[in-house]
């Protein structure tokens, strides 16, 4: 009788493993970890690259991961990683694989070379059906060796360009597409295919095309028109003074100084009437994100006082936002306070109208309004003691 228990037991068992969904690895583990143990399986490695706040993520993991017939598909094939992309091992690593929308699903092999990813939520049956595509081409990794082995061929580049492009590994995209603009910085303005790729994949400032382009915007505005040149080169300038602050897992925040320099130089060489503007944001934000009160004061006055530059209300109203930390500096509080004050003032005597619209983006409130919330706010009060 117990023999059958036992045998019953088992048998109970191995049922509940084959009616269960994706079974993923333990919270905390790495690729590198997962890789181990898909050499000793003979599997491949499912990595799920999801964030918390994203819903197509939640569902995936609340409604088709847990599936039985997902779990069946995936889990003899696959050793399954989670892991969050905004976390301390994940944001380098999202850097890394150029993963820019969630969720994202890259196939590894055994020696973590990508086979293969998608991206976005989908049904279970779309699901595994994406999964034995992608697990089955090993493309995305042959161009890849193709490209670093030199080759150039314009119909190898274009296709590898349409693989990254459709994967949005951005910066590698970038690469592809100078490559593909090289030596026709000054004629591909008149080329429908290569001023496709101009406006969807150059993101690097200091490549050639986009250089020649934001020094003479007309040959482009001609076939485009010079907002979509502008909002180009605009687009691109921003991206990557974004890169130029590093925050490390430590929580240690500095500028890439060498890059800085450089990034300037080039808005020098340009002649960017944005040249400023840059500049003192980027130094604003380092300040902001470094805590450095004094310094941030410091470069918005810089940016106040600036002729050539203006602050809207809702940038104030942005700045503000370090002073609202319980560690604010009382007296660099006051001194942004002040500066809210003179605002409110300029606009009460009619120097500058308050805005009542950001963007296509109605306000509930006319900014002013606004700016006296947050200086009552700065001053401990409360919201029924405004006016």
Same mark, same amino acid.
């Given at each position: 009788?117990?023999?059958?228990?036992? %045998?019953?037991?088992?048998?109970?068992?191995?049922?509940?493993?084959?009616?269960?969904?994706?079974?993923? /690895?333990?919270?905390?583990?790495?690729?590198?970890?997962?890789? =181990?143990?898909?050499?000793?399986?003979? @599997?491949?490695?499912? #990595?799920?690259?999801?964030?918390? &706040?994203?819903?197509?993520?939640?569902?995936?993991?609340? !409604?088709?991961?847990?599936? /039985? @017939?997902?779990?069946?598909?995936?889990?003899?094939?696959?050793?399954?990683?989670? %892991?969050?992309?905004?976390?301390?091992?994940?944001?380098? #690593?999202?850097?890394?694989?150029?993963?820019?929308?969630?969720?994202?699903?890259?196939?590894?092999?055994?020696?973590?070379?990508?086979?293969?990813?998608?991206?976005?939520? $989908?049904?279970?049956? /779309?699901?595994?059906?994406? =999964?034995?595509? @992608?697990?089955?081409?090993?493309?995305?990794?042959?161009? @890849?060796?193709? &490209? /670093?082995?030199?080759? +150039?061929?314009?119909?190898?580049?274009?296709?590898?360009?349409?693989?990254? !492009?459709?994967?949005?590994?951005?910066?590698?995209?970038?690469?592809?597409?100078?490559?593909? #603009?090289?030596?026709?910085?000054? !004629?591909?303005?008149?080329?429908?295919?290569? +001023?496709?790729?101009?406006? $969807?994949?150059?993101?690097?400032?200091?490549?050639?095309?986009?250089?020649? !382009?934001?020094?003479?915007?007309?040959?482009?505005?001609? =076939?485009?028109?010079?907002?979509? =040149?502008?909002?180009k080169v605009a687009s691109v300038l921003a991206g990557y003074q974004a890169k130029l602050i590093i925050e490390k897992d430590n929580g240690e925040v500095s500028l890439d100084q060498q890059q800085f320099d450089a990034f300037l130089a080039l808005l020098k060489e340009l002649k960017s009437k944005e040249a400023e503007h840059y500049r003192l944001t980027t130094l604003i934000t380092l300040a902001e994100k470094q805590k450095d009160y004094k310094g941030f004061i410091g470069y918005v006055k810089e940016y106040l006082a600036n002729k050539d530059l203006d602050a809207s209300d809702m940038q104030l109203a942005q700045w503000t936002k370090l002073f609202s930390a319980p560690d604010a500096d009382n007296k660099q509080k006051e001194e942004m306070k002040n500066i809210l004050k003179k605002r409110i003032a300029d606009i009460e005597s009619g120097k500058r109208q308050a805005a009542t619209q950001v963007g296509n983006m109605r306000l509930s409130r006319p900014t002013d309004d606004l700016l006296r919330m947050i200086v009552d706010a700065l001053d401990g009060k409360m919201p029924q003691q405004q006016k």
């Amino acid at each position: 009788m117990k023999r059958i228990v036992t %045998i019953a037991m088992s048998l109970l068992a191995c049922i509940t493993m084959m009616a269960q969904g994706m079974v993923f /690895e333990p919270e905390g583990t790495t690729l590198e970890q997962a890789a =181990v143990k898909a050499k000793a399986e003979n @599997k491949m490695i499912f #990595l799920d690259c999801f964030t918390t &706040w994203c819903g197509p993520c939640k569902m995936m993991a609340n !409604t088709v991961f847990p599936q /039985e @017939k997902v779990g069946a598909a995936m889990n003899p094939k696959f050793v399954n990683v989670k %892991i969050d992309m905004e976390g301390t091992y994940g944001a380098p #690593l999202a850097k890394k694989l150029q993963i820019t929308a969630y969720p994202t699903f890259v196939i590894f092999n055994a020696d973590l070379q990508e086979v293969g990813r998608f991206l976005g939520g $989908s049904q279970a049956d /779309e699901f595994l059906k994406r =999964v034995q595509e @992608k697990s089955a081409d090993n493309s995305s990794s042959a161009l @890849k060796a193709r &490209w /670093e082995a030199g080759e +150039r061929n314009p119909e190898f580049l274009m296709t590898y360009l349409k693989t990254l !492009t459709a994967t949005y590994k951005t910066q590698d995209a970038n690469d592809v597409a100078e490559a593909l #603009l090289e030596g026709k910085e000054a !004629t591909f303005a008149a080329d429908s295919t290569l +001023r496709k790729i101009f406006l $969807s994949n150059i993101i690097n400032p200091f490549a050639k095309s986009f250089i020649y !382009t934001a020094k003479n915007p007309a040959d482009l505005s001609a =076939v485009v028109g010079s907002r979509v =040149v502008e909002g180009k080169v605009a687009s691109v300038l921003a991206g990557y003074q974004a890169k130029l602050i590093i925050e490390k897992d430590n929580g240690e925040v500095s500028l890439d100084q060498q890059q800085f320099d450089a990034f300037l130089a080039l808005l020098k060489e340009l002649k960017s009437k944005e040249a400023e503007h840059y500049r003192l944001t980027t130094l604003i934000t380092l300040a902001e994100k470094q805590k450095d009160y004094k310094g941030f004061i410091g470069y918005v006055k810089e940016y106040l006082a600036n002729k050539d530059l203006d602050a809207s209300d809702m940038q104030l109203a942005q700045w503000t936002k370090l002073f609202s930390a319980p560690d604010a500096d009382n007296k660099q509080k006051e001194e942004m306070k002040n500066i809210l004050k003179k605002r409110i003032a300029d606009i009460e005597s009619g120097k500058r109208q308050a805005a009542t619209q950001v963007g296509n983006m109605r306000l509930s409130r006319p900014t002013d309004d606004l700016l006296r919330m947050i200086v009552d706010a700065l001053d401990g009060k409360m919201p029924q003691q405004q006016k």
